[in-house]
């Protein structure tokens, strides 16, 4: 598996844009990236899952360049309840196996 | 759906106990994941299960471990005996093969004293 590098906190205000990237040099052909959102004393949730390309949904876009050794999440106008662990799997969409790594701590201030 | 279902959600036990985790998957979903959760280690995965068959349980740390899904609805994991290096939050999710979407549950808080 895939193994992901993320930096390990980040700090921002509300209504700002959040990227967060992840490198995944090690990426597979078959490697699906997906990340997680983890409030505390919480599961982690499914955000977005994406191959190539871009992908949005009504809470994030992902960003991923042609080589697929990195991929961003972007928080669109964050608010302080998107103070979280932001968490960047990579894995065979087969294999139904869920790797997390260190995460990404935000926090978002007032 | 309530969603995936762990139980108890807090276990303080003392060392040497055997102690018992319970999770009730997501209905219709037949992969579930077993997960320890620690400040050290961060999110483990332990096990995980297609169709009720363990299908990977390479993150399962000792013998001591052992986890069991007798049945589509339910699935256990049991340490015994305990140590105070187990104390963790446990938590288990579940997903179908549409979808590879992961949905945990609340997590059980495990003390071992």
């Known amino acids: 598996l895939a193994k992901t590098t993320q930096p390990i906190s980040m700090d921002s205000y509300e209504g700002q844009e959040v990227n967060i990237t992840c490198s995944h040099n090690n990426i597979a052909t078959n490697d699906y990236i997906t990340w997680y959102q983890q409030f505390p004393s919480q599961g982690p949730r499914f955000i977005i899952q994406g191959y190539k390309t871009k992908v949005t949904n009504e809470v994030a876009s992902l960003f991923i360049p042609a080589d697929r050794k990195s991929s961003t999440l972007s928080l669109p106008r964050v608010s302080l309840s998107d103070t979280a662990v932001y968490y960047c799997?990579?894995?065979?969409?087969?294999?139904?196996?869920?790797?997390f790594g260190t995460g990404t701590r935000l926090k978002v201030l007032a | 759906d309530a969603g995936v279902i762990q139980s108890p959600r807090h276990e303080v036990t003392e060392m040497g106990q055997e102690v018992t985790l319970r999770c009730k998957p997501i209905?219709?979903?037949?992969?579930l994941f077993w997960y320890r959760q620690t400040m050290m280690r961060g999110l483990e995965l332990l096990i995980y299960f297609n169709n009720n068959v363990p299908i990977d349980d390479s993150g399962m740390p000792e013998d001591r471990f052992s986890a069991k899904m007798p049945n589509a609805s339910f699935s256990t994991l049991k340490i015994q005996p305990s140590e105070p290096r187990d104390s963790a939050v446990y938590f288990c999710a579940s997903s179908d093969r549409e979808n590879t979407e992961a949905f945990f549950g609340q997590g059980t808080r495990l003390t071992v004293v």
């Open positions: 799997l990579v894995g065979d969409k087969g294999t139904y196996k869920y790797i």
């Open positions: 209905s219709g979903h037949d992969y």
